[in-house]
């Protein structure tokens, strides 16, 4: 089953670099019902290269929302259930600055999904610079068109305590996440991009994240990689962390 589920969120991240080849419309005929499920998520996906490049890292769950409906789906696209949880994660790391001061970085969060309503509470910590605090709450919608696919738009707000000025400070944060889904539905593996804009006292800042979650077997255990950068500041942190959530 872990075989399974590995060769799953391969052909998912497949289907994202066939959509970056895909031709645009008028350049190819349709092939119908026939064609291989990679390729009709990337005919759903419907942009060009450059065009694909420049959504996925500034807004990619804007690819979801924008995209066409399949000409035809079958049982693999179609829209996946939502399935309501709440979770609590726990994870520590490592993170470093862009002057290579380094510390440990642990983070606990609480995050809640019903029927494609995201909510998420989050504190970090990193023991650089004497300690910082950082507090995290967003809420948001995710649509799901097509299974292996979600994306939605967040808004939130970032606290920063005890932080040097040379730090992003914190602000309002409005996020852009898309996923792609697969391993099943209970509960699925994950991989989340989510390149959040913060506005700040000192205008906008980027702070990015790639989230990987995969369920531990028979368990209600989810283990969680995540590296994400608090800001594009040249002492901001990055921080690559790995831990476990409870997902009942």
């Known amino acids: 089953m872990r075989t399974r589920c590995h060769l799953r969120v391969l052909s998912i991240c497949t289907a994202l670099l066939l959509a970056s080849a895909a031709p ?8 119908g019902c026939d ?20 959504w996925f890292i500034v807004a990619p769950s804007v690819l979801v929302f924008t995209g066409e409906e399949p000409a035809c789906a079958g049982e ?47 504190v970090d910590r990193y023991g650089i610079s004497d300690g910082v605090r950082m507090w995290d709450a967003r809420a948001g919608y995710f649509i799901r068109p097509i299974r292996p696919l979600a ?37 699925p593996c994950s991989l ?5 804009y913060l506005i700040t006292g000192d205008g906008l800042a980027v702070t990015p994240r790639v989230r990987v979650d995969y369920p531990v077997l ?25 831990g476990f959530g409870l997902r009942p």
């Open 151 to 187: 994306g939605g738009v967040t808004v939130g707000y970032r606290q920063v305590r005890d932080a040097p000025d040379a730090w992003t400070q914190g602000g309002v944060m409005i996020g852009f996440p898309i996923m792609f889904v697969g391993c099943g539905e209970r509960p």
């Open 24 to 31: 645009a419309p008028g350049q190819e005929p349709s092939r």
């Open 192 to 196: 989340q991009w989510d390149p959040a």
């Open 76 to 122: 693999d696209l179609r829209p996946g259930p939502w399935r309501s949880y709440a979770a609590v994660y726990g994870t520590g790391g490592f993170a470093v600055t862009g002057d290579w001061r380094g510390g440990v970085a642990h983070s606990g969060s609480v995050e809640v999904m019903v029927r494609g309503v995201y909510a998420e509470a989050r």
């Open 218 to 242: 028979h368990t209600p255990l989810v283990a969680r990689l995540e590296f994400e950068s608090r800001g594009v500041r040249h002492r901001d942190p990055m921080a690559l962390t790995i």
């Open 35 to 54: 064609a291989e499920p990679a390729e009709r998520v990337a005919r759903h996906l419907d942009a060009g290269l450059a065009r694909l490049f420049f």
